[in-house]
């Protein structure tokens, strides 16, 4: 069996401890194609490029004739 505290510890310890474990902001890269600012390690949602490498082709938009 695992100890168990004798007692309860203050919300303000508490909040001490969950105040240390907060989210940073993601670190960002610009995109050697287009120089757009994205993710790093993930494919750039501008150009589609990754590595130098064509990964996704973007699809253009059709125009309706009236």
Same mark, same amino acid.
Not at 23 to 27: A, E, R, T
């Given at each position: 069996?695992?100890?168990?505290?004798?007692?309860?510890?203050s919300?303000?310890r508490?909040?001490?401890?969950k !105040?240390?474990?907060k989210?940073?902001?993601?670190?960002l890269?610009? #995109?050697?194609?287009?120089? !757009?600012?994205?993710?790093?390690?993930?494919?750039?949602?501008? #150009?589609?490029?990754?590595g130098?490498?064509?990964i996704?082709?973007?699809?253009?938009?059709?125009?309706?004739?009236?």
């Open positions: 069996m695992a100890p168990l505290p004798k007692r309860r510890h919300t303000r508490g909040g001490k401890r !105040a240390a474990i989210l940073g902001l993601p670190g890269a610009r #995109c050697a194609q287009c120089g !757009a600012v994205k993710l790093p390690h993930v494919v750039c949602q501008n #150009c589609g490029y990754y130098g490498n064509v996704v082709t973007k699809k253009e938009k059709k125009v309706k004739k009236k």
